[in-house]
């Protein structure tokens, strides 16, 4: 017995709507933006798509401008985040490709059959989405509250690369300092609500300059005459939403003073690195101030060293007990007691140990020189490993 139509659409709903997560995960990143500030609203927005277009599959009437109200108003937070109009409309192509060609790989001959008629459907759904975003997009172009944000995008953007312009340098309407606290934000995993949040806080400082990139956020933090960047720190880590002092943190912020607008660029850089090297060792302190990381942060910037620090550990690959020991033996300041207890063993074990360490990397942990060098191995390890990149 050949099911009905109306059987055949629910079923190809309830497909499509289990094929979201997939989609998500098959789109490359936004290049501007990160994730955990989309996934949420990507994961409503592409149910929302969903769902409109099977109701329209099944009624035959067009969604109205209220049904599509709130996947226009997505689409214009990503135009206000900064994402260029095309990549916020290719998405919409890509999803029903996407979702269109696995539904079409597991359908009955029912279901092929449905989805054959069903194609200008599409098509029309949407070209009608694209044509209303595009619309909505147009016309906030006009809007002085948007050119505004494009402005202080922009300012962002050029004080950041060094491009200091008279345009802007004495705008009566966007005030910007002599001086900031160059604060890049590092986000690990993907929490969309708190990372949200933790924008919103950051977006609230008095005459901060916010540029989005796919890691997380720069924010651009007037100091006041006469701080050294210590207040402005100070300020924004009260800002900054509490964590639980036994976890690793949701995010790193890598932070460094620049004194004048032609600092920025390089103090951008060290921030950079900074923020990643909380990230990679997954560092218990939020903030990462080169003061605090200036060994992390020598191996860090040695590109051309990095990789073969790193290959000077390859010996104890096989030897995890041996790699386990040389790990704890360094976090504990090279203190072999503290080694043995911590390992729960015998002196004199920890001491054999370190020994067939020199003997397969042809480095004494004794010697305080060889010993560094072990330790910056161990770090640079981790840091290729974690996939370092400033």
Not at 331 to 337: A, D, I, K, T
Not at 367 to 380: I, N
Request: charged share 25%; hydrophobic share 45%.
């Amino acid at each position: 017995m050949m099911p009905t139509r109306t059987r055949v659409v629910e079923d190809l709903h309830r497909r499509a709507a289990s094929l979201v997560d997939g989609f998500y995960r098959s789109l490359p990143p936004y290049p501007r933006i990160p994730q955990s500030l989309v996934e949420i609203d990507f994961a409503r927005g592409t149910k929302l798509n969903v769902d409109l277009f099977f109701e329209y599959l099944r009624r035959g009437t067009e969604p109205s401008e209220e049904d599509t109200g709130e996947l226009v108003e997505l689409a214009m937070d990503r135009l206000r985040d900064g994402t260029p109009l095309p990549e916020v409309l290719d998405r919409y192509r890509l999803g029903a490709v996407f979702i269109w060609e696995r539904l079409r790989e597991s359908a009955s001959s029912a279901e092929q059959e449905l989805l054959l008629d069903a194609s200008p459907v599409l098509l029309k759904y949407i070209t009608l989405v694209i044509t209303r975003i595009a619309g909505a997009a147009t016309q906030r172009s006009h809007d002085p509250r948007w050119e505004l944000l494009e402005r202080r995008r922009g300012i962002a953007d050029a004080l950041l690369t060094g491009r200091d312009s008279v345009e802007w340098a004495n705008d009566p309407v966007i005030p910007v300092a002599d001086a900031f606290l160059v604060a890049v934000f590092r986000l690990c995993g993907t929490r969309g609500g708190h990372a949200s949040a933790l924008r919103h806080r950051v977006e609230a400082i008095a005459g901060v300059f916010l540029r989005l990139d796919a890691g997380g956020w720069t924010a651009l933090i007037p100091l006041r005459p006469g701080d050294d960047g210590t207040a402005a720190s100070a300020g924004l880590t009260a800002r900054l939403p509490t964590h639980q002092p036994d976890q690793a943190p949701p995010y790193w912020v890598g932070v460094g003073a620049a004194a004048n607008r032609a600092e920025i660029p390089a103090i951008f850089a060290e921030a950079r690195v900074l923020a990643e090297l909380g990230r990679c060792l997954t560092r218990r302190e939020i903030l990462c101030r080169r003061t605090d990381l200036q060994f992390e942060y020598t191996v860090a910037v040695s590109d051309a060293a990095r990789p073969g620090l790193a290959s000077v550990l390859a010996p104890l690959d096989t030897q995890p007990m041996l790699a386990e020991t040389l790990e704890v033996f360094v976090e504990s300041g090279f203190n072999q007691l503290a080694t043995a207890r911590q390992l729960n063993v015998h002196r004199n074990t920890v001491t054999y140990r370190l020994s067939r360490i020199h003997e397969l990397t042809g480095l004494d942990p004794h010697r305080p020189a060889d010993a560094m060098t072990l330790s910056a191995a161990r770090l640079a390890r981790r840091l290729e490993s974690a996939a370092f990149a400033p």
